[in-house]
């Protein structure tokens, strides 16, 4: 079972923060707690930001660099899509996915894992822009097929409208850094 946070509540903003903002917290919790309590109380009401800076730093280890992010998308966007779902399947295979193409159809891999099943389309991810339609297209498949998620890559730009929709319709966008740390 995946813990699921509420986008606005002050846990999920701070793991999406900079790691080193939720250290600064923990100090200023630890800092103001220690004037009204014993040293264990004030290191107990720190101790949730201690945790949670240590999830950024856990995360930020397995994120490549702005330069690296760069160099690997251009040497993704050079490739012949082929090659380009292979690494994306072997990047899948390293989380822990089983992987499968299906072969015809909108969808270019079906990954599994825990009983879910995620669709994935990499056919335009080439494209300096990305409109609404492959990501409806995406979603139709998605509901005939019963998946759990779906997945679009895409190196370029995804409209205002595509994104919204995505977001409307469950429609995971891969691009940028996580794309990068997929393939390489």
Known sequence: ???KLHQNSLFAILGRS??????????GVFGVTRFFM???????????FVVIAGYG???QLGTPSAGRTKAALERLAALP????????????RREGYEVSRPGNGPV?????????????????WKAER????????????????EADELIYVAVGEVTAQASTFAAENRVRIVGGAELARLAI
């Open 1 to 3: 079972m995946k813990l």
């Open 18 to 27: 900079p790691w080193w903002v939720s250290a600064l917290l923990a100090m």
């Open 38 to 48: 014993p040293i264990e109380m004030a290191a107990f009401a720190a101790s949730p």
């Open 57 to 59: 730093i856990w995360k």
């Open 81 to 92: 899509r082929e090659e380009v779902v292979a690494a994306l399947e072997a990047g899948w």
């Open 108 to 124: 270019d891999l079906e990954l599994r894992r825990a009983g879910r099943v995620s669709l994935v389309v990499c056919r335009r």
């Open 130 to 145: 990305t409109g609404v339609e492959p990501l409806r297209e995406l979603h139709a498949a998605g509901r005939k097929r």
